[in-house]
């Protein structure tokens, strides 16, 4: 009965993570780039029984020799769904939506000081433009959540009220000058994008952004070797757009009625193999 009781416990606190999978990417189906997550099950332990040898033992036992019990089951993999999402035009002309792979890169001031950013990132890419305080004139891309859109170099980008911006489908910014019909250039900063070959390493830091945890690398590697700048070549973005989330509400809704269905059946087998367990005890103590 015990054994029943571990088995039922474990398999509610496995319901329960996916519940709060679910949960997540249903609250997220309305944010720009937002990926869905998925969440699939493990066993945790399996034993082979066999039956005791020797004449008169296991005397009218059915049981087959080398039958397996299991002890239940645990969350497995928490995998990120990469499917892009559907375009959505708006009126902001620094939105941008990228297509196929890749993830903007956001900055924000390292807590170690000196200047340094820490860098996570990120699909949302409804930018929106903010006065540079210590630079009067100049205004940098920033994210919602106040993080600096860096370029290919990892450095905030940075803009001039003497030029009109156009984000060209390649990433690359081009200026074109407000009070000369002359003197249009590309700009020497372009918007980085980087590949992250494997996106299941990214922890969810909230505000739909992403980072890395160092403890969930493989040993032996750090965050280079998972981020690689794309080049000019690979990048399609598209002004004036953003990606939609990639959560289908008819999907959640039916991943959340069957594992509601499966945490009411353990639920209810605890249940049972509580009162039998009470059932037991009376006896004995009888």
Do not use: C, H, W
């Given at each position: 009965?015990?054994?029943?009781?571990?088995?039922?416990?474990?398999?509610?606190?496995?319901?329960?993570?996916?519940?709060?999978?679910?949960?997540?990417?249903?609250?997220?189906?309305?944010?720009?780039?937002?990926?869905?997550?998925?969440?699939?099950?493990?066993?945790?332990?399996?034993?082979?029984?066999n039956n005791q040898a020797g004449a008169g033992q296991e005397v009218g036992r059915l049981t087959p020799n080398g039958i397996r019990v299991g002890y239940g089951t645990r969350t497995g993999?928490?995998?990120?769904?990469?499917?892009?999402?559907?375009?959505?035009?708006?009126?902001?002309?620094?939105?941008?939506?990228?297509?196929?792979?890749?993830?903007?890169?956001i900055g924000y001031p390292s807590q170690t000081g000196g200047?340094?950013?820490?860098?996570?990132?990120?699909?949302?890419g409804n930018f929106q433009i903010s006065p540079n305080s210590d630079t009067p004139g100049t205004y940098n891309l920033v994210h919602p959540n106040g993080g600096y859109l860096l370029d290919q170099n990892g450095n905030p980008i940075v803009l001039n009220d003497q030029h009109e911006v156009q984000i060209q489908s390649n990433g690359?910014?081009?200026?074109?000058?407000?009070?000369?019909?002359?003197?249009?250039?590309?700009?020497?900063?372009?918007?980085?994008?980087?590949?992250?070959?494997?996106?299941?390493?990214?922890?969810?830091?909230g505000g739909n952004q992403y980072s890395f945890d160092p403890a969930a690398l493989p040993n032996g590697t750090n965050q280079a070797n998972f981020v690689r700048a794309m080049g000019v070549n690979e990048i399609s973005v598209t002004s004036g757009y953003l990606e939609a989330s990639n959560v289908d509400l008819a999907t959640e809704m039916t991943e959340l009625l069957l594992t509601q269905r499966g945490f009411q059946l353990n639920a209810r087998a605890m249940t049972?193999?509580?009162?039998m367990l009470g059932i037991a005890n009376g006896i004995i103590k009888s």
């Open positions: 009965m015990n054994t029943s009781l571990n088995i039922s416990a474990g398999s509610l606190r496995a319901y329960q993570q996916k519940l709060d999978t679910i949960s997540n990417n249903v609250a997220n189906v309305n944010t720009p780039g937002f990926k869905r997550t998925r969440q699939s099950f493990t066993e945790i332990l399996a034993n082979q029984i993999l928490t995998q990120m769904d990469t499917t892009q999402g559907a375009p959505m035009q708006t009126d902001n002309p620094f939105a941008m939506m990228i297509n196929g792979s890749g993830y903007f890169q200047g340094a950013l820490e860098t996570r990132y990120t699909r949302d690359q910014i081009f200026l074109k000058n407000k009070n000369t019909v002359s003197g249009d250039f590309i700009s020497a900063q372009r918007v980085g994008i980087v590949d992250i070959q494997n996106p299941n390493l990214l922890k969810n830091l049972y193999a509580d009162q």
